[in-house]
């Protein structure tokens, strides 16, 4: 257990002086501003319209404030049980971890226990952040040319040909090992509880099953099996149970505890089998003798075997971190997209960012031109391959002062990657949404993952579904922080494993089939994942643990809820709450690869005058429901005269997520 306290306080960020001008930001066009102030604003017109665009005295959630312990998550209950663990005595690794595992049986439609999960963690005996690296690898058998082979030049969204191994229980129990203080069977006991007694269905799960009922009665029985009834699909307020789930985690405490008494070999024990035992016999079995059907509309047998699941393990690796007035933010690696929010805070640090309104064209304006740059350096740089991603470069300050240069006053249609070091960039043969014949319409369990076509979720105007995962953040008394974005295992995304009572991963549908991209296709190589947990530390102190579900707007909410926060003084919850945006410029991290240059979307309470704005300096410009852009979650602490104060905040969006602290 973690009982270290930080050593010094904490002080408030303060702002670069910043001089006068005379015009306000209304009165001339971003470019002009710009070079009429020397990236420097302040006037009593822009403080005005800044004090009117907070949200005021009203936010849908208190942000929450203790110094005990806080914890958010995107399902309440899934955060009560984090809270609950922390009540008992456990620490910030321990409530992580059991909230983690309740995420996989209340939200099912949205990961599971065959998923992954990058999980960022901040020791406060380490005295530094970390990477675990739940993300699994391709089968050593794929290849690009094999599947190009098959005549497929995508890798299917569904189905048994996209797996990678499942990651996420080797992580967990990674950190666990390195950081926990619980003995398994405690921190597994709540999952095991929720998957055996039940848990009520919201209306998302709901949707969901009805979308893919045929294909569960049709094509995948084992999932039928397990999610369907002779009568239908079960309803919203309905307790539904997984006994397989629950069966299959009780035997792997069993056999932990069977393997020694102390709580380090119960955790070996628990990942050999896991990873070497009768979970990983199951799915080798699984895959290689059946042939089901996939989003290609043709079945295909899988290529994960026991041994790929035998030769993996979790990692634990340093952050990304790049410095931005006062706080040093961490991401994962270039083997996720996490970089790419780094990109985009070096190409904006210079800006004056404090001084846009957050609900204005040009704060608006500004960042969505910074995505596109920072996008596009994903796709020509980002993978598995640590040693050849110029990481150092595309943060330098020399790179992202010519990059900048990019950014004028009207949006941009271009995809335009840099070339850092001088190495030409090359980029993907991606669709352009409307371009094509895929109909996606016809194909379920696509993306990150797919939601119902009914119901609240909607598609968009290619009819190709946007979907969601899930998050938590906890902070325990003693300064540890956790921030964990679990994803993948979805039940719309493969069948289900008939001994174990979950699906596994498709997240090898990230890789491409084109030779010669850092994200292309081969065995044992990590996808590069969109999932992007953050944290933060402040002045070099602990701060902040945050981050959202969202497909590869995860780091285009989580940017616009930090940048809220830093630079206009939004507490958690009202930068939780403020009117976002995104940008679909790139081609989707997600079968079947579609780009939509230039769309931009934004929810309904954005101001009318501001999207007019945006429309009129080119943006293709969606305006949507009020409550459309993302699930954030987050949680922060500081320390003053000795005493560690600690925040959280939930997102209302979903009508899952929640916070507690005390």
């Known amino acids: ?6 050593d010094a306080s904490l002080n408030a960020i303060e702002h670069t002086p910043e001089s006068s001008f005379d015009a306000s930001p209304e009165a001339a066009t971003e470019s002009q501003w710009l070079r009429r ?58 409530a992580a971890a059991a909230g983690g595992f309740v995420l996989q049986v209340v939200e099912p439609h949205l990961n599971g226990p065959g998923g992954e999960v990058p999980i960022l963690t901040y020791s406060a005996n380490r005295d530094k952040i970390e990477v675990v690296c739940g993300q699994g690898t391709a089968p050593a058998a794929a290849s690009a040319k094999g599947f190009r082979d098959m005549g497929l030049d995508l890798v299917p969204g569904t189905g048994l040909l996209p797996a990678t191994v499942p990651g996420a229980f080797g992580a967990w129990l990674r950190m666990l090992a390195d950081h926990g203080s619980m003995p398994l069977r405690e921190v597994l006991e709540p999952a095991i509880f929720y998957a055996e007694q039940g848990f009520p269905l919201v209306p998302k799960i709901v949707n969901a099953l009805r979308a893919v009922e045929p294909l569960f009665r049709n094509d995948w029985p084992s999932s039928a099996e397990v999610y369907l009834s002779s009568n239908g699909h079960p309803q919203e307020g309905d ?23 102390d709580r380090e070999t119960q955790l070996e024990g628990a990942r050999k089998c896991w990873y070497e035992g009768f979970v990983a016999e199951a799915i080798d079995s699984f895959y290689r003798t059946q042939e089901l059907k996939d989003s290609t509309g043709e079945h295909h047998s899988g290529l994960l075997t026991g041994q790929d699941m035998a030769n993996w393990q979790a990692t634990v690796e340093a952050p990304a971190t790049y410095d931005y007035h006062g706080l040093t933010v961490a991401k994962c690696g270039p083997w996720s997209q996490g970089p790419f929010m780094l990109q985009q805070l070096a190409l904006l640090r210079d800006l004056p960012l404090g001084d846009l309104p957050p609900d204005g064209a040009d704060f608006i304006h500004t960042v969505v031109e910074a995505a596109k740059l920072a996008f596009a350096d994903r796709e020509a740089w980002y993978g598995d391959s640590a ?27 271009d995809f335009r990657p840099g070339a850092p070091d001088g190495r030409r960039p090359v980029l993907p043969d991606y669709e352009v949404a409307g371009e094509n014949s895929i109909d996606v319409n016809a194909m379920l369990g696509v993306g990150e993952p797919t939601v119902s076509k009914a119901g609240e979720e909607e ?65 044992g190589k990590r996808p590069r994942t969109t999932l992007t947990p953050s944290m933060a530390l402040k002045h070099g102190k602990p701060y902040l643990a945050w981050g959202t579900p969202g497909g590869d707007q995860q780091d285009q909410w989580s940017l616009s809820f930090l940048l809220r926060h830093l630079h206009h003084g939004y507490n958690l919850q009202e ?43 080119g943006h293709d410009v969606s305006v949507g429901e009020d409550w459309s852009e993302g699930r954030l979650s987050a949680c922060s602490q500081e320390t003053r005269n000795g005493m560690r104060y600690l925040r959280a905040g939930a997102n209302p969006r979903g009508m899952q997520g929640y916070a507690a602290g005390r």
């Open 37 to 94: 102030t020397g990236g420097q604003f302040n006037n009593d017109e822009t403080r005005e319209h800044r004090a009117m665009t907070r949200p005021g005295d009203f936010t849908t959630r208190p942000e929450l404030r203790g110094t005990f312990g806080v914890a958010g998550s995107t399902h309440w209950t899934a955060t009560a049980v984090a809270m609950g663990v922390l009540e008992r005595g456990g620490n910030a690794f321990d």
């Open 575 to 617: 930068a939780i709450d403020a009117p976002s945006f995104h940008s679909e410029h790139p081609p989707s991290s997600f079968w079947p690869r579609l780009a939509k240059p230039n769309v931009l979307l934004v929810e309904g309470r954005m101001p009318r005058a501001t999207v007019e704005e945006l429309k009129r300096r």
């Open 459 to 523: 598609t968009d105007s290619t009819g190709a579904l946007r979907g969601d995962t899930c998050h938590i953040d906890v902070i325990d008394r003693w300064g540890n922080m956790v921030a964990a974005t679990p994803s993948g295992g979805w039940f719309q995304s493969s069948p289900v494993v008939p001994e174990l009572g979950f699906s596994l991963s498709t997240r090898a549908q990230m890789f491409w089939l084109q030779d010669g991209l850092p994200s292309t296709l081969a065995g």
């Open 1 to 6: 257990m973690q009982h270290e306290e930080p």
């Open 387 to 413: 040693g050849e991603v110029p990481l150092e470069t595309l943060l330098s300050d020399a790179y992202n002062a010519e990059r900048r240069k990019l950014m004028g006053e009207r949006a941009s249609e």
């Open 239 to 261: 307790l539904f149970r997984n006994p397989g789930l629950a069966a299959t985690y009780r035997r792997i405490v069993e056999e932990a505890e069977s393997a020694g008494r």
